[in-house]
């Protein structure tokens, strides 16, 4: 490829939004509507044109050679070179410097095409906004950062894009400001994003400290390409942790994955993203299915040459990606937000992507990344139908009956239901069995976690299809859901897109279980992913495929038994084991945790400074001194006229009556 | 360079001042016309030395005549280069008056006389890659103040001539290289400052202005002490008597300071202190007050909650940093051993500042208040960098303290606004503002993010460095320090949420509390033009330097280094000198650019 056509696109690519959000944030919502929603979706599908003739120029390349890094400019260097007397000194030095290859590639398209789609379904959502342009800034500074996150090549410029994602993510869960819940919920995304970023921070020291290169010499270096191309079987790591064994190595597994599950959602920093849908819904559409939440996913990926050599490290990821899918499953099956549902679910989709990189299936990860996007952006726009027509209504008790009213949007958020539960020929069955298939030959407490995996199927077809029941099917239960309209054009029409989407995309990826395999998504990401250590035997593969697909239709059964025809009491959970509804309906109690064990002592410990240490402590000793010089003082109250003049002459006088005492004793 | 620029940036503002007294009749709007050209011409002249000033030193010189170890001393190389240097000898028994510019003193033999130790200090200034960027930010601040200093403020003449004497006082200590002199510009400076706090504020002034110079004064005594002191324990062992701050730095590679002796203290066998450990403990006390470093920052939050705009905005901006000057100036330069000594407590210090100061911010309902202790954190930072003693945490220190400038002023100008137009200082008065002030709210999330330590922005490149440099000494403290990361965005949410956002909420609301209605009373609020004009430029410094930090670093990394290797030094050796004993000094190169 060309370095400098690459270089002129990524920029393009990155520029565009950046350039989008300084006119919408600098003209101060002065500028017409009408301008903005041309211009808001404007600048991400330019920048998704760019990433396609990126795309396009890297399939004429052979598949060795579609790597490219470019540099934009020297960031900061502190090392000092020798000469003037002194040796060279070696401190940190880094570039603003990007990475063009399959997986940001990948990355860049799901960003500017999903993200795009959702800018076009936003002009309609957000049409009656008064903060209509301050919402595509936001908007357009998080497609900024999250290209960012994903082309830097740069750990310092990684960690850049993954804390501006943050605040950008802060931004619009708090956009209706005036709600105090959108506030709180701003707030508390943001802090946990940063103790994330704090991870990340001591990840990057820990590899820019301790990584040698193949003489043994101490790197240096944030260049990620050259760090993975250190870090390889027989890595000079400067071991400083000692008994753990490959402990350095463990250690900066443990601190970026602190960044990942920060952004990906993923226990014990999975607190943020239920809370967050208190944002527009575009906004969970964009930040909380398609792109931010799977950064986490990304990053172990990216990084997977690191957990390549730190079995403990991708053990614990793994582990923590199957027990937060569980655990969201649980929860997701007794919320009655429609959004928080959706939320849930994404966490527990999450938690499998997070499995399978931990597993060492990247490949498969990142192909359940990609058909997620689609399927989960498709039910965020359609439940953003359901609530506009609403009239913001969240509560799937109010709901009932719409699939007679909106048709359309029934029809997608069905497809949608289906590929997330993973029913044939949608996309979510050909992602998940790979998934699955997958962790089964790679994981690292086979089959255990595998069954797990399993397991979450039929809660993820129960609590979706849940939803489907109660919010579509039925009569309606509230005076909105009884007036409610088709959405307008331009909000259906992404949708639809989605739903095709949703519905085609597995067939990119076709591989299991003894079928002739299509392998398109894989082999495009090989050449950064490498292959899985194993795969699955045929017999395994079919066996594990047929009980994946066998609990998916189990838990749209379980619905249908429950919901649709009352063979099973809906209280039978909550009356014959209340702790595990309790469980489920309170989120595990993480909230109220966190509360106790954190929050409150903080907040404690800050009341104490505040009211007993600062006034008693530290003034309280000042005070005595105090107390003796105001004494001392009263005898020379005197002195103390009020004039400016006195005091310079009383200052020259000591000065001069000083130096004369030291000239004396000196000379 | 061949006019004396440091000098002339010193006599600017105090020749405005002469102005400014002997205009007594001025109207309001003269005096502050003439303030601000003033500062601006300070500011220019800042700019100018930036341009002229040269990013890789030439090697410099500071002759030493004596003998140590009982080795005959000739000719040295300083360990820290400065550069514009200007000298005049002041008072100097035993040789007569001379002008020696720019390279040092050549053929002064009178250190080799036999006798009692002669006096010997003298007008010297100079810059290096620490002090030429802290100028250039005391010269934006103290434009940026002439500009929010209101032209109907009370007894206006009065206030400008203080603030450009402050300035001139701040000038003076960045570039003294003689101690005494610094010494002069170090209580000089703070004459104005008493007066700036005691005549203007709120009606708590008296009794923080009053904290403030206790506070102040008990630390320079100590520094006076500690000065008296170096001459003395320098001379007696170098036969060096001199207050020349780069000659006191080359000598003191042939003073001995091991810990030869030890006592014990609960079972544990400690280093006895020797005199370097006493001088340095001493200016370190006056340098942690003036920072401040918890527990001594005492007279900080009620200082930064009485004072007005204008005074707040170069007094936390700039006046906070001398502090931390001293430290990298001073301490590590005059006090090797000690510096690495007292290395775990100052980090200690430092750390500790990092979250009390944020812990305290937190739980504060004042809104100055709770900058002012987000201040005290974001300084540990600063101190925590210095003593990591190494190049990367001291290029961050030396950016953070640039960075903490432009921060602590945009916020108390966002903050003193808030309490212009409000009336109220409290918290929970306030709320939902974005409201009623759009643009406002807007810079103010710049500035509270740059505060927070956003990414791309300016602080987040000091702290990142920072702390890079302290997990190089310690992973476990830079693990600690980065709680305060975590907080700060935790306390700076919580100040900027509750102003802007949530429900509309003023002082007095009165009857109709909808929003539309307080709207309607309200009436204008947002920023004017002027505070549009002072806001942008730290605004855009604040982006610039986060997305583009590179000309920052590339000046201050070799004075970086060369401290951090004055600091490195071990007692008869010193490295810079072996490695270029070889060469032959010539005067000509000494002095960096002043002597081309």
């Known amino acids: ?667 | 360079m061949n006019w004396p620029i440091l000098t002339v940036l010193l006599l600017v503002p105090v020749a405005g001042a002469l102005l400014l007294l002997a205009l007594p009749g001025a109207r309001p709007g003269a005096i502050r016309a003439i303030l601000m050209a003033v500062t601006a011409v300070t500011l220019g002249l800042s700019c100018v030395l930036l341009v002229v000033f040269l990013a890789v030193p030439t090697s410099g010189t500071a002759k030493l005549s004596g003998t140590a170890n009982g080795q005959a001393l000739s000719q040295v190389h300083s360990p820290v280069t400065f550069q514009f240097q200007e000298q005049v000898n002041w008072l100097h028994s035993g040789a007569s008056l001379s002008q020696v510019h720019p390279a040092f003193n050549e053929g002064n033999n009178a250190f080799n006389q036999a006798g009692p130790p002669p006096i010997n200090f003298s007008y010297h200034v100079g810059v290096d890659g620490l002090s030429v960027w802290l100028i250039a930010l005391a010269g934006l601040l103290f434009l940026v103040a002439a500009v929010v200093l209101s032209r109907k403020e009370e007894r206006l003449r009065s206030f400008a001539v203080l603030m450009l004497l402050s300035e001139a006082g701040v000038i003076g200590v960045l570039t003294s290289l003689d101690l005494v002199l610094f010494y002069f510009f170090w209580e000089a400076a703070l004459i104005p400052l008493y007066f700036l706090m005691i005549g203007w504020g709120d009606e708590r002034r008296g009794r923080s202005a009053l904290k403030f110079i206790i506070y102040t004064v008990a630390g320079s005594l100590f520094m006076l002490l500690a000065i008296i002191g170096v001459y003395f324990v320098t001379g007696a062992q170098t036969g060096v008597y001199t207050f020349d701050v780069p000659t006191l730095i080359a000598a003191q590679s042939f003073v001995q300071s091991t810990h030869a002796t030890t006592f014990s203290l609960f079972g544990h066998s400690f280093p006895a202190l020797n005199p370097q450990d006493w001088l340095f403990l001493a200016f370190a006390l006056a340098f942690a007050i003036k920072v401040p470093l918890v527990p001594f920052h005492g007279w900080l939050p009620d200082a930064y909650a009485s004072g007005k705009t204008p005074f707040l905005v170069f007094f936390t901006g700039i006046v906070s940093k001398l502090g931390a000057f001293g430290f990298i100036r001073y301490n590590l330069t005059l006090f090797p051993q000690a510096s690495h000594l007292f290395q775990p407590l100052l980090m200690g210090l430092a750390v500790a500042s990092i979250l009390y100061g944020a812990l305290a911010a937190l739980a504060q309902s004042d809104i100055k208040r709770t900058v002012a202790y987000a201040s005290i954190s974001h300084l540990g930072f600063v101190v925590l960098g210095i003593f990591a003693l190494n190049i990367d945490g001291l290029n961050g220190a030396i950016i953070q303290m640039v960075n903490h400038g432009l921060i602590i002023a945009a916020l108390f100008i966002c903050v003193g606004i808030f309490e212009a137009r409000f009336g109220t200082r409290r918290l929970r008065d306030l709320g939902g503002l974005a409201k009623a002030m759009p643009v406002m709210a807007g810079i103010f999330l710049v500035v509270a993010l740059a505060g927070l330590g956003m990414p791309l922005m300016n602080s987040f490149v000091g702290e990142f460095l920072i702390l890079l440099g302290a997990f190089q000494v310690s992973p476990a403290w830079a693990v600690v320090a980065s709680l305060g990361v975590i907080l700060a965005a935790w306390y700076m949410l919580r100040l900027y949420q509750g102003l802007t956002q949530g429900p509309l909420r003023i002082p007095g609301g009165g009857d109709d509390s909808t929003p539309a209605a307080i709207l309607g009373r309200l009436g204008r609020v947002d920023l004017s033009p002027v505070e549009i004009v002072a806001l942008a430029p730290l605004v855009g410094l604040m982006i610039l330097i986060g997305v583009y930090p590179g000309p920052i670093i590339r000046y201050s990394r070799y004075s970086a280094d060369q401290y951090v290797r004055a600091a490195d030094r071990s007692t008869g050796q010193d490295p810079v000198l072996s490695t270029a004993s070889a060469r032959i000094i010539r005067p000509d190169q000494a002095g960096g650019k002043s002597s081309r």
């Not at chain 1, 290209?147 to 090549?153: C, D, E, G, I, Y």
């Not at chain 1, 704090?198 to 260049?223: D, E, K, M, P, S």
């Not at chain 1, 760090?227 to 008994?243: M, R, S, T």
């Not at chain 1, 989407?501 to 003894?514: I, P």
């Open chain 1, 1 to 667: 490829m060309n370095p400098t056509l690459i270089l002129v696109l990524s920029a393009i690519v990155l520029g565009l939004p950046t350039a989008g959000f300084a006119v919408s944030a600098i003209s101060a919502g002065r500028l017409p509507h009408r301008l903005v929603a041309w211009t808001g979706p404007g600048v991400i599908l330019g920048a998704f044109v760019a990433t396609l003739i990126i795309f396009v120029a890297m399939l004429q390349q052979p598949a060795s050679s579609r790597g490219i890094t470019v540099v934009f400019w020297h960031w900061l260097n502190t090392s000092v070179a020798s000469g003037h007397g002194v040796a060279a000194q070696t401190g940190f030095n880094a570039n603003f410097s990007i990475r063009i290859d399959p997986l940001s590639v990948l990355m860049m398209l799901v960003i500017t095409g999903i993200g795009g789609l959702i800018h076009v379904y936003s002009v309609g959502y957000m049409a009656e906004d008064p903060g209509f342009n301050r919402f595509f800034a936001y908007m357009n500074i998080f497609i900024t950062s999250m290209l960012l996150l994903v082309m830097s090549n740069t750990l310092v410029f990684l960690v850049i894009g993954w804390a501006m994602v943050a605040f950008a993510s802060y931004a619009l869960i708090a956009f209706w400001y005036e709600r105090r819940s959108a506030v709180v919920a701003g707030r508390k995304a943001f802090v946990t994003q940063v103790i994330g970023d704090v991870g990340l921070y001591l990840g990057a020291f820990l590899i820019f400290l301790n990584l040698r290169g193949a003489h043994g010499q101490l790197l240096h270096t944030v260049n990620m390409q050259t760090i993975f191309a250190n870090v390889g079987p027989g890595a000079h790591f400067h071991d400083g942790l000692g008994p753990l064994g490959g402990g350095m190595v463990t250690a900066i597994g443990i601190l970026l994955f602190l960044g990942a599950a920060a952004k990906s959602a993923q226990w014990p920093l999975h607190t943020w993203l239920p809370d967050a849908m208190e944002g527009p819904t575009p906004v969970s559409a964009l930040i909380h299915a398609a792109t931010m939440v799977t950064a986490g996913v990304y990053l172990v990926a990216r990084f997977h040459p690191i957990y390549q050599q730190a079995p403990v490290a991708a053990g614990l990821v793994a582990f923590i990606g199957i027990g937060t899918a569980m655990m969201a499953g649980i929860i997701g099956c007794t919320q009655y937000d429609i959004k928080r549902v959706i939320a849930y679910s994404t966490m527990s989709q999450i938690g499998l992507m997070i499995f399978a990189v931990g597993v060492g299936a990247y490949s498969a990860g990142m192909f359940q990344f990609f058909t997620h996007a689609c399927f989960k952006a498709l039910l965020f726009l359609a439940a953003g139908n359901v609530i506009h027509a609403l009239h913001d209504d969240q509560d799937i008790r109010l709901m009932g009956g719409l699939s007679k009213r909106m048709k359309a949007t029934f029809v997608a958020f069905t497809v949608g239901s289906l590929a997330l539960a993973g029913i044939p020929i949608f996309a979510g069955f050909f992602s998940k069995e790979e998934l699955l298939g997958s962790g089964l030959a790679l994981g690292p407490a086979v089959p255990w976690l595998w069954v797990v995996g399993v397991l979450v199927n039929v809660l993820t077809s129960f609590y979706i299809f849940r939803v489907v029941w109660i919010a579509f099917r039925g009569e309606p239960r509230s005076e909105h859901a009884e007036h409610a309209h088709e959405a307008p054009l331009l909000m259906l029409l992404p949708v639809l897109v989605l739903a095709g989407l949703a519905t085609v995309v597995g067939f990119l990826n076709v591989d299991f279980a003894g079928f002739a395999p299509i392998t398109l998504f894989s082999a495009f990401l090989k050449p950064v992913l490498g292959v899985p250590a194993a795969t699955a035997s045929d017999t395994a593969g079919a066996l594990a495929l047929l009980a994946g697909f066998l609990l998916s239709v189990g838990g749209i059964v379980l619905v249908w038994a429950v919901y649709g025809r009352g063979l099973i009491s809906r209280e039978l959970v909550p009356n014959h084991l209340p702790w595990l509804y309790q469980l489920s309906f309170r989120k595990f109690y993480w909230d109220e945790i966190y509360d106790v064990a954190l929050v409150r002592p903080t907040v404690s410990l800050a009341t104490v400074i505040r009211r007993v240490i600062e006034p008693e402590v530290m003034d309280g000793a000042l005070g005595g001194i105090r107390d003796s010089i105001a004494a001392l003082a009263d005898d020379f109250r005197t002195f103390q006229t009020g004039f400016l003049k006195d005091y310079a002459t009383w200052f020259f006088f000591f000065a001069v009556v000083g130096l004369v005492i030291l000239g004396l004793r000196l000379s």
